[in-house]
């Protein structure tokens, strides 16, 4: 029988592979239609989900690219620190969990978190300098995340050294 924490992890892995799904299909979408605003323009006044672009694309296509760049980078960023959990779900052994590896998965996670928040503050500040359509990049609560994810990721080399100290003790 499984205990509640294994089902938790269980559960969690499930969700990780959803968003990691659901978030690649987002970016790949937005990267497929944007190809084919390059062929036929209609394209962009609707890029992905009533995103219209179709104006940016007229009046500068510099900035037209850049944006789309800048969106399909966040989502790919986001699809790969979704990668990253699901590794690290998939490393966690509920008989030793504390380990190298999974404490090294964690930081790269935290550091991964760090590079979405300082792009999405650098796509904000375009967007607001460019006077560009308005886009949700979720950046603000990142590095309170990402700083959370370290904190474990500190404590988990912690629990290693002391799980190898009470390895070396038996």
């Keep these: 029988m499984k205990t509640k924490t294994a089902s938790i992890l ?14 690649s299909i987002k970016c790949g979408a ?18 992905y ?9 007229n009046g500068s296509f510099v900035h037209y690219s850049l944006f789309v760049g800048i969106t399909a980078g966040l989502l790919g960023l986001k699809a790969y620190i979704a990668h990253l959990v699901i590794k690290t779900l998939s490393k966690i052994n509920l008989t030793s969990p ?45 590095l309170f995340l990402s700083g959370l994810i370290f904190l474990f990721a500190q404590i988990f080399k912690k629990g290693v050294e002391i799980q190898a100290e009470n390895d070396l003790t038996v």
């Excluded at 269980?10 to 978030?23: D, P, Q, R």
């Excluded at 504390?98 to 930081?107: G, K, N, P, W, Y």
């Excluded at 928040?117 to 560009?132: D, P």
Aim: aromatic share 12%; glycine share 6%.
């Design 10 to 23: 269980a559960i969690m892995n499930v969700l990780s592979w959803i968003a990691y799904i659901g978030i």
């Design 30 to 47: 937005i990267i497929f239609t944007y190809i084919l605003s390059l062929f036929n323009q209609q394209v962009a006044k609707d890029l």
């Design 49 to 57: 989900q009533g995103l219209n672009l179709y104006d940016l694309m």
């Design 98 to 142: 504390f380990q190298m590896e999974v404490a090294h998965l964690m930081e790269k996670i935290s550091l991964m978190i760090v590079y979405l928040w300082l792009i999405s503050l650098g796509a904000t500040i375009y967007q607001e300098s460019m006077e560009l359509p308005k886009m949700d990049w979720n950046g603000g609560e990142a």
